[in-house]
């Protein structure tokens, strides 16, 4: 009976050790960007300057009312379910009532995008996302402005995690956030998983596991820089693992790895029992 319970408590201390404790989260928001314009050879600096959150909300446009909460959308792992949700039905990231600065006015500081040149967005952990001239500069009303957000007046999501506020009490400052002109059928505005389909290019789109399209992993945190590369220029991949911090996880999407873990725990539980049975008859 004692040797029983022993190997129970063994693999009970087992999962516990083996199981994430969640995201690492190394990075701390941030409150200052860097934005450069490169050349042809994307290593020469053409333009660079560096603005912090309360030189952008004094000297640039604000988009945000401070009312208005804005959406991304997770991904959909219901099976019976179509994985892009054209109707924008379920699983929104509420990112608050945020206030930023569009991405295209921080470009103009360093010279701005010509048609076909590539802005690459990153975070302080080394995570990045490209996006092109036209969903900059020309975003359809579905997608809205691409803002840098570093103001929230009502929580979203994070709930207790993070405060009202400007970093660091807006805890993922500064975060990308789509702005969209259009609401879906609850009145909501989201920027959902089709319309990522219908506005960004394949290469600029985002999938969870690389399955499941999502538009919440656009929403990256801790943004520091911004780079502008000409059309031709070298410039790495859309996007980069990220060291220091899961930011499609951090923003509620990692369910379906609870699921399998909680499904892992409970078969070692039976077979522990099983194990305990087989010994008493014995």
Partial sequence: MKKCLAIIFIMVAVCLLLWPS??????????EVHVVKYAIDGITVVNETTVDYQWMEANLPVQGDGVTHYYHQGPVFNESMDKWDPEE???FKDKGAIRGTDIKDLCDLAGGMSPNDTVRICAIDGYCVNFSYDNVYQPQDRQGPIVLSWYTVEDGTLGQQQEAGYPPRYFEAMQIVFMPKTTNSEGLYVFGNWDMHECLPEEAQHFYGELYPSTNGLSVKWISDIAIYPEGAPIASPATPT????????SNDSSLPLIIGVSVAAVIVLLAGALLVRRKRS
Wanted: avoid cysteine; proline fraction near 14%.
């Fill in 243 to 250: 060291p220091a911090a899961d930011h499609e996880s951090s």
């Fill in 22 to 31: 969640g995201p690492a989260q190394a990075a701390d928001p941030t409150t």
């Fill in 89 to 91: 039905t379920t699983n």
